[in-house]
């Protein structure tokens, strides 16, 4: 399992684009829910903050190993999603990864952490050829 903390720089003037992707988000929660499985994503929340004038954005996550990356995805909300990163995150800035001192949970959340079998979700594309 990792749990991931890190922080992103939102380039100038792109804050209404953001909150339209973050509603965007909410708004789509089912084909939302469709990406996570196949990433091993069992928690994935996104954090903001203004510091001294700048946005942040902050991802965190509880995944499992081995889970497909979004730039090997075929669903079409991680397409849309690769737009609004190219589109929003700063690439000058480097990204931030917090190191997590300790990672409390029951043991039956940690236990019910298992892998699902990999299957096409209903949202996905068809496979690309190469």
Not at 59 to 74: F, H, I, K, P, Q
């Amino acid at each position: 399992m990792r749990v991931e903390l890190t922080r992103f720089r939102v380039q100038a003037g792109k804050q209404e684009e953001v909150a339209e992707w973050m509603e965007f988000l909410r708004s789509h929660m089912e084909a939302v829910q469709e990406t996570l499985e196949p990433e091993q994503m069992y928690v994935e929340t996104i954090f903001s903050e203004t510091l001294d004038g700048i946005d942040y954005l902050y991802w965190y996550s509880v995944r499992g190993e081995g889970g497909t990356d979004l730039y090997e995805s075929s669903h079409w909300l991680d397409a849309k999603h690769i737009e609004f990163w190219k589109s929003c995150i700063d690439p000058a800035f480097t990204p931030v990864d917090l190191t997590a001192q300790v990672t409390m949970m029951p043991a039956r959340v940690i236990d019910s952490m298992h892998p699902l079998p990999q299957k096409q979700s209903p949202g996905s594309l068809p496979e690309r050829k190469h």
